[in-house]
T-cell receptor
């Protein structure tokens, strides 16, 4: 149990286009989903926290108008990279938590999406 | 904001050796995560622990909350254990519910046959 999927796993796009990445919890309801990115040879970094039905909370330095996050249901969150540029090329990974709200929760990670912007 | 330090950064060992990876963090937490990342990038959650010790197969994780330190041990290491092992703690620990994580730089482990 507790499987998280991401789609697509790979995407190559031209500069200026928008790319949507989906994150799904397949066998549980995810109250909270997180979006992280990892540049080559660097640590994973939290981009934003998404709670179902409310606006995402973005970390400092992450442009909310560029990285649009939608968490419309308890099993799906989407990250849209708008007007992508080469510097947005990265590995984007989501995680999902059941969110009991009373204790620290295990996060279940998706397989990640590699984005290459030409 | 929590800071995470891991050591060693790189580790090469022979099959069968006992492996230890260390993690220290700067701010008190409710739980610490050990993760495994394979070359393709996929991440597997190995442990989440808030005190004491946990064991899963050949993997053992310990944490000392007072010293803000955790260790991940691998017994009877095998080439398939080769991966990046990452320690992660809550970025801003709210003490309840799910918090976004901040990660160590990872330990690149290679187990040679």
């Amino acid at each position: 149990g507790a499987v998280v999927s991401q789609h697509p796993s790979w995407v190559i796009c031209k500069s200026g286009t928008s790319v949507k990445i989906e994150c799904r919890s397949l066998d549980f309801q995810a109250t909270t989903m997180f979006w992280y990115r990892q540049f080559p040879k660097q640590s994973l970094m939290l981009m934003a926290t998404s709670n179902e039905g409310s606006k995402a909370t973005y970390e400092q330095g992450v442009e909310k108008d560029k990285f649009l996050i939608n968490h419309a249901s308890l099993t799906l969150s989407t990250l849209t990279v708008t007007s992508a540029h080469p510097e947005d090329s990265s590995f984007y990974i989501c995680s999902a938590s059941r969110g009991s709200g009373t204790r620290q929760e295990t996060q279940y990670f998706g397989p990640g999406t590699r984005l290459l912007v030409l | 904001k929590n800071e995470v330090e891991q050591s060693p950064q790189n580790l090469t060992a022979q099959e069968g050796e006992f492996i230890t990876i260390n993690c220290s963090y700067s701010v008190g937490i409710s739980a610490l995560h050990w993760l495994q990342q394979h070359p393709g990038g996929g991440i597997v959650s190995l442990f989440m622990l808030s005190s004491g010790k946990k064991k899963h197969g050949r993997l053992i994780a310990t944490i000392n909350i007072q010293e803000k330190h955790s260790s991940l041990h691998i017994t009877a290491s095998h080439p398939r254990d080769s991966a990046v092992y990452i320690c992660a703690v809550p970025l801003l620990d709210s003490g309840g519910g799910a918090d976004g994580l901040t990660f160590g730089k990872g330990t690149h482990l290679i187990i040679q046959p």
